[in-house]
């Protein structure tokens, strides 16, 4: 691995900057992790305060220095945008989850295929991740198409444990 998780990755492309959440985002992360409209495919708690979005940035900081979790923020012109994440790491199995959120106004726009085909490299470049599975509500039409379109492979014969709606789809990386 070319990864030593000394310091945050931050990534840029053509149109974004893939940057560490800080305290300073605390706004950005409660409207993307609060938002009804952002997470209707999401089963997972939405935060319901300001203290609760600086909570989930600590536990991403803890996870990160833990190796287990690189949580970004999506910067578009400097405005952030949504969020990707490398979590569930196992370096030893050279495995990884990852999970995406973008503002509505922001989708269709090719700018999620931008942030997942850039965190695709890290994963396989600095990582050298051999696996990475993504689990999708399976009435996220988008979401679903995103990832047939970068390869991932749907898992009918596999259930996620924690929502029964979640399909989840797999990239195995050579």
Not at 13 to 40: C, G, M, Q, W
Not at 102 to 108: A, G, I, M, N, Y
Request: glycine share 4%; aromatic share 12%; with cysteine.
């Amino acid at each position: 691995m070319n990864f030593d998780f000394k310091n945050f990755p931050e990534i840029k492309t053509e149109r974004l900057l893939l940057r560490e959440a800080t305290f300073k985002d605390i706004n950005s992360v409660y409207e993307l992790r609060s938002s009804k409209e952002i997470n209707k495919f999401v089963g997972t708690k939405r935060v319901k305060n300001l203290e609760e979005a600086k909570d989930f940035i600590e536990v991403c900081n803890n996870l990160y220095q833990k190796e287990k979790r690189i949580f970004w923020l999506i910067a578009y012109q400097t405005q952030v945008i949504g969020s990707i994440v490398l979590h569930q790491i196992d370096i030893p199995k050279n495995y990884a989850e990852i999970g995406y959120k973008l503002k509505p106004e922001f989708q269709q726009k090719g700018l999620m295929t931008e942030a997942m085909q850039s965190v695709l490299g890290f994963g396989k470049s600095k990582m050298k991740l051999k696996t990475i599975e993504a689990f999708t509500h399976k009435n996220n039409l988008a979401s679903i198409a995103l990832l047939e379109k970068l390869d991932f492979v749907f898992q009918p014969n596999r259930k996620c444990k924690t929502f029964d709606f979640n399909r989840i789809y797999k990239l195995e990386i050579n």
